[in-house]
């Protein structure tokens, strides 16, 4: 019987987007079974000769070609110990298959004896076919070539990453490496809720339905006895050495995020372009900013003037909560981005940080395209959404529009061309004009020109006002649903 895959773990074998594979099996090009896809499905749908060039291919030669190198264990393959429980694991499931098909041996041989004998006892020569042919089925059976690399693969993947599936909502993620559960959540783009991420708090505490985890960092939140019983643990302090599955609730919105004030430090102000900065604040190890992406937040600072406060979207992804990234344009004219530019505020201060704030973030469920719109800085929130939806790869596919209203406006094109190189579902245009309201038009003209089915897709814009409002009137008007549009004011 041919083996049965998870979405995830499918298009981890063939080096895909889950987003992709979803689509197949709503066209009708790939069947399932009650949400599994049998490995000869997956074989039929996308040709053996075509797993070189696939991404899970790739990452096991690499490994192999390294030797394991002290750079590849640390970075692709999880610890000596959960790799030697997972090959333990698979060995036993392989002496139990051996244990099964020798006892299937020993019936089928029994059988063609037994008919053998009642045929001769009988003079029945239907009975000595019928052995007959179950010797040649055993033989043929036993002649069987050797496994495909696919088959190989599935075994291969199954020893060097972990699959954890989330109950109630059954999403599901690849653990590799040596993270922890909470780690290649938020990395493959859960909303688990968690606190200071070091085993303190308690709040990523989960229940184990099944598999087997392993404690990989210390931890001082006590467990009582009944919930150690019933199986609870810490996410962030464990890995998956089998595949688990675990229950645990996800934020659906922004309601279900906590306001937060924490003080983070200024780890580097970097110049994006000449009137371009990137403000990255790290915040301390015990205390993270738990947000969606697409969400802003209050930063503070203080100065002779007083206290300096703005508000400022997150340019970064969710799932590296420490780090906290923003973009400030000189033409800025808040009182933190003045201070910034005026070189008033230095790498190692400490800045206030209050939040998240706002609802311009994605549709926990929605698997629809995405149309994500800036004008200059609104480029910071549209990056958060992207890479968080890239993490996720729900999303059929990324449709990015730029405009520039000065100069240096594109001031990170070349992570757009890296996106594009590296997923061949997302696509941008990088437009120019002087004026936020003439561009504006600019940007819907290419947009419908591009994205037919805009009512299928989830549209997101951010810039100015003067921006924003007439390009969500203007898609509204080509057949973008409200419901499915947000605006920020950047």
């Known amino acids: ?44 749908a996308f040709p053996a000769a075509a797993i070189e060039d696939a991404g899970a291919f790739e990452k096991v030669t690499q490994i192999r070609e390294a030797s394991f190198g002290k750079r590849v ?70 002649g069987t070539e050797p496994a495909e690399t696919m088959d190989a693969m599935v075994n291969m993947l199954n020893v060097i990453s972990a699959q954890v599936t989330v109950r109630p909502s059954g999403h599901q993620f690849l653990l590799e490496g040596n993270d922890s559960i909470l780690q290649a959540g938020l990395k493959a783009g859960m909303r688990f ?5 070091t085993g303190t708090c308690g709040l990523c505490k989960a229940r184990v339905v099944s598999g087997d985890l392993r404690q990989i960092e210390h931890s001082d939140y006590p467990l009582s006895e009944a919930e150690k019983q019933q199986g609870y643990a810490l996410l962030c302090t464990h890995t998956a050495v089998t595949d688990v ?41 015990s205390s993270r900013l738990r947000f969606l992406a697409g969400q802003s937040v209050t930063l503070g600072t203080p100065s002779e003037q007083g206290d300096l406060q703005q508000s400022a979207a997150l340019a970064s992804c969710p799932c590296d909560e420490r780090n906290l990234h923003f973009h400030f344009s000189r033409e800025d004219e808040g009182p933190l981005a003045q ?5 008033r505020v230095k790498p190692g201060a400490a800045v206030s940080v209050r939040g998240p704030s706002g609802d311009f973030v994605l549709d926990a469920d929605s698997t629809r395209s995405l149309v994500l719109i800036a ?39 070349n992570q757009c061309r890296a996106w594009a190189a590296a997923f061949d579902q997302f696509r941008f245009q990088l437009l120019t004009d002087s004026s936020a309201a003439a561009g504006a038009w600019q940007v819907i003209e290419a947009a419908l020109a591009t994205r037919k089915e805009l009512a299928q897709c989830d549209v997101f814009v951010a810039g100015s006002a003067e921006f924003v409002e007439p390009v969500i009137e203007g898609l509204r008007g080509a057949g973008a649903l409200p419901g499915r549009m947000r605006g920020l004011f950047t």
């Not at 998870?6 to 009650?34: F, H, N, Y």
């Not at 809720?193 to 991420?197: E, K, L, M, Q």
């Not at 970097?270 to 790290?282: G, N």
Request: hydrophobic share 45%; aromatic share 4%.
């Open 1 to 44: 019987m041919s083996q049965m895959l998870s979405l995830a773990r499918a298009a981890q074998l063939i080096g895909l987007p889950r987003g992709a594979l979803q689509k197949m099996v709503r066209s009708g090009e790939l069947l399932t079974c009650d949400g599994l896809i049998t490995l000869d499905e997956l074989r039929r």
């Open 73 to 142: 264990r640390e970075r692709m393959l999880p610890s000596q110990e959960v790799l030697a429980q997972r090959l333990f694991v698979q060995s036993r499931e392989l002496a139990d298959l051996r244990r099964y098909l020798n006892a299937y041996h020993a019936l089928v041989v029994d059988g063609e004896r037994r008919l053998r004998e009642l045929g001769r006892a009988r003079n029945d020569g239907g009975l000595q076919a019928l052995a007959d042919e179950m010797q040649t089925g055993l033989r043929r059976a036993l």
């Open 375 to 413: 004008c200059d800085t609104g480029f910071a929130p549209i990056k958060s959404l992207l890479e968080h939806a890239m993490a996720g790869e729900n999303s059929e596919a990324f449709d990015l529009y730029w405009l520039a209203t000065r100069p240096d406006g594109h001031y990170l094109a």
């Open 245 to 285: 599955v675990v229950e645990t609730l996800e934020a659906h919105g922004p309601a279900d995020i906590p306001a937060q004030d924490l003080v983070a430090t200024v780890r580097a102000i970097d110049a994006l372009a000449p009137d371009t900065r990137l403000l990255h604040l790290q915040t301390p190890r």
């Open 193 to 197: 809720a968690y606190g200071c991420g």
């Open 339 to 343: 201070a910034l530019f005026a070189g």
